[in-house]
Nanobody
């Protein structure tokens, strides 16, 4: 059974850094697009970043561009999100996702078929 498990969330002060991990199991997502989304209380789930599992092209939301970096380790079937210069508005539950159809828009929630359970990131002093 396909499974995505996030880890690495926590409490960090403004300006701090965190690295999120997403361990994929149950199948090889070698042809999938992998993405990170986040959802703050009372808000809709929003796109953060995406990357083709075997590609080198990454996409970022404007709000995180220059601060976040997405990358993957195909050997260990793991996706990462390095987050720097974190701000209180980055506080949210962060979700890892995998989308099989690469022709679907990369920033749309419905373009992804598999989701992790989420990991909480809180940015506060």
């Amino acid at each position: 059974q396909e499974k995505l498990v996030e880890s690495g969330g926590g409490l960090v002060q403004p300006g701090g850094s965190l690295r999120l991990s997403c361990a994929a199991s149950g199948r090889t997502f070698s042809n999938a697009r992998m993405g990170w989304f986040r959802q703050a209380p009372g808000k809709e789930r929003e796109f953060v970043s995406a990357i083709t599992w075997t590609g080198t092209i990454a996409y970022y939301a404007d709000s995180v561009k220059g601060r976040f970096a997405i990358y993957r380790d195909p050997v260990n079937n793991t996706l990462y999100l390095q987050m720097k210069i974190l701000q209180p508005e980055d506080t949210a539950v962060y979700y890892c996702a995998a989308g099989i159809d690469l022709y679907k828009p990369y920033a749309t929630v419905t373009s992804y078929d598999y989701w992790g359970q989420g990991t909480q990131v809180t940015v506060s002093s």
